[in-house]
T-cell receptor, first 110, second 115 residues
Framework: LAKTTQPISMDSYEGQEVNITCSHNNIATNDYITWYQQFPSQGPRFIIQGYKTKVTNEVASLFIPADRKSSTLSLPRVSLSDTAVYYCLVGDGRNTPLVFGKGTRLSVIA | NAGVTQTPKFRVLKTGQSMTLLCAQDMNHEYMYWYRQDPGMGLRLIHYSVGEGTTAKGEVPDGYNVSRLKKQNFLLGLESAAPSQTSVYFC??????????????FGSGTRLTVV
């Protein structure tokens, strides 16, 4: 399984754009990059997934460079409610369940 | 549509007691998973199931057993609880992954304390 490395924590002010970068140097050809969000006392929830280039949905954008050895989750104009732990996962999910690391704890400050 | 429901939500056990955590999903998902989450450790996979009647070990299976007798239910059993099993337990389910393993739906968790 591809190992991921992401910052342990980040702080941001409300209204700012937040970018969380995840490194996955040994990503395999069939692997996808998936991000989950976890609020306190809740289970994680899927927010975005991509294979290459850029993916955007109503919650976030995911940027993946051509070599796919890293990815960046971008949260536009964060609010206090975006305070959560964000997990970067890499895998194809078919042969082995996804492995969650420790994630990045994002704290949004008013 | 309830999604993934975990029962109970909270439980306190004495060392050596046994209990079963129930996970039920109503989305017709083939795959189901049990994770535990400890402070600063992220989520660690205990056991999972790729279909009714199947189970497989994850990263930290010792001390736990599971059963998937019905497609919609996945049970996690602790035969003899230990303080090291104090944790928050999350159940998740998904369709058979076709790519990327996206779309895990998680329950709200069971907070278990073993004293």
């Amino acid at each position: 399984l591809a190992k991921t490395t992401q910052p342990i924590s980040m702080d941001s002010y409300e209204g700012q754009e937040v970018n969380i970068t995840c490194s996955h140097n040994n990503i395999a050809t069939n692997d996808y990059i998936t991000w989950y969000q976890q609020f306190p006392s809740q289970g994680p929830r899927f927010i975005i997934q991509g294979y290459k280039t850029k993916v955007t949905n109503e919650v976030a954008s995911l940027f993946i460079p051509a070599d796919r050895k890293s990815s960046t989750l971008s949260l536009p104009r964060v609010s206090l409610s975006d305070t959560a732990v964000y997990y970067c996962l890499v895998g194809d999910g078919r042969n082995t369940p996804l492995v969650f690391g420790k994630g990045t704890r994002l704290s949004v400050i008013a | 549509n309830a999604g993934v429901t975990q029962t109970p939500k909270f439980r306190v056990l004495k060392t050596g007691q046994s209990m079963t955590l129930l996970c039920a999903q109503d989305m017709n998902h083939e795959y189901m998973y049990w994770y535990r989450q400890d402070p600063g450790m992220g989520l660690r996979l205990i056991h999972y199931s790729v279909g009714e009647g199947t189970t497989a070990k994850g990263e930290v299976p010792d001390g736990y057993n599971v059963s998937r007798l019905k497609k919609q239910n996945f049970l996690l059993g602790l035969e003899s609880a230990a303080p090291s099993q104090t944790s928050v337990y999350f159940c998740a389910s998904s369709f058979r992954p076709t790519r990327g393993g996206y779309g895990y739906t998680f329950g709200s968790g069971t907070r278990l304390t073993v004293v």
